[in-house]
């Protein structure tokens, strides 16, 4: 790491220190630009393409350019030169509509907050963290006689879980970054299939005897293609790829007994917390997690299209 990018590191742990110490640039393009006093600063352009069979299709625009700068210590300066940069080099490209420039930057740090608003993007998702309670988790709580039961999903229950999880892709979609596309039931009963074979870390919810929430959960390490490679401290994390809980069921304790149950679970030895994903747009969860516990580390500022 040059002098420049570990300027650029240590400005970030000082103002989290749920930040990890070592970035981690992806491989890509590296586009430059030159602030009027000469300094020049770096950004990594990295294009990926969500296609029909992908997941990721449903969390964004199919076409994603993501910027990693590098600005040293430049702030909000550094950024307005590169994002301008950033945004011909996309334009030569010629986008559809179905795209997005993204910039992932850490939460505390405010300063090129105008800067990326004046770009035209929008903080559309935060990665959150919960670290690890000191305190072994507690066994969940027994549910009074009318609140919800929790249980391990199986594979029969899969019907269910498909028309929970697109109750939340529908939410999500409508107050912020996912996309709903003509597949998404069949990606995501893929998706479900998996984490109920391989991780076994799916839970639903019943209330008064009916279907009334999921999370579908697991862990990850830091390493390699990880998404939190170079986000957050290095090691295991637990993490809630999805929660959802029906319309009709809402602010009855079902996501609370959810997260509980799933918290049990991912709170193991050599676990460094849990992280997920929630949008700041999202009026149910960006209130609901908060109150477990995340807070913002990370936010994804996004530009859709991506010209
Ligand atoms: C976000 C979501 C999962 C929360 O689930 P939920 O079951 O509605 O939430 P809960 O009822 O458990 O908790 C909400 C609040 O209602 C309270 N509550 C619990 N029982 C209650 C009852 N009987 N009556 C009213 N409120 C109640 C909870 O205590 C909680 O308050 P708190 O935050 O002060 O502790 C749900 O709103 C949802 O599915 N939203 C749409 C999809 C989505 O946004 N998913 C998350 C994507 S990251």
């Known amino acids: 790491m040059s002098e ?15 930040i990890a110490a070592e970035s981690h640039v992806p491989e890509g393009e590296t586009l430059t630009a030159a602030l009027p006093d000469g300094t020049k600063v770096r950004g990594v352009l990295v294009r990926s393409f969500h296609g029909p069979e992908s997941m990721e299709s449903l969390w964004g625009p199919r076409d994603n350019f993501e910027l990693t700068p590098l600005l040293g210590d430049t702030g909000a300066a550094g950024m307005d030169a590169l994002l301008r940069v950033f945004a011909d080099r996309v334009r030569e490209e010629d986008p559809g509509a179905d795209s997005v420039r993204t910039v992932m930057w850490p939460s505390r740090d405010v300063e090129p907050t105008h800067t990326l608003l004046a ?23 027994p549910t009074p006689g009318d609140g ?23 939410y999500s979609a409508a107050s912020g970054p996912s996309v709903v596309r003509e597949n998404s039931a069949a990606l995501l009963e893929r998706g479900l299939r998996r984490s109920i074979f391989f991780g076994g870390s799916v839970w639903i919810a019943e209330l008064d005897g009916r279907p009334a929430g999921l999370a579908d959960c697991g862990t990850m390490p830091t390493t390699g293609r990880s998404p939190l490679n170079g986000k957050v401290h290095s090691g295991r994390w ?20 959810l997260t509980r149950e799933a918290h049990q679970a991912l709170d193991v030895d050599g676990v460094n917390g849990t992280v997920l994903f929630f949008s700041p747009t999202n009026p149910l969860s960006s209130v609901f997690w908060p109150r477990r516990g995340y807070r913002p580390v990370w936010t994804v500022w996004e530009a859709r299209p991506a010209a």
Do not use: C, K
């Open 238 to 257: 637990g993490y809630v790829l999805t929660l959802s809980v029906a319309p009709w069921a809402r602010g009855r304790g079902v996501g609370a007994a």
């Open 119 to 141: 770009h035209g993007f929008a903080a559309l998702n935060h990665l959150a963290v919960r670290p690890r309670p000191a305190a072994p988790p507690s066994a969940a709580q």
């Open 4 to 18: 420049f990018d570990e300027a650029q590191s240590r400005r970030f742990t000082a103002l989290d220190p749920m």
């Open 148 to 170: 919800p039961v929790i249980r391990r999903a199986a594979a029969e229950d899969v019907g269910e879980l498909v028309g929970l999880a697109l109750e939340e892709l529908r």
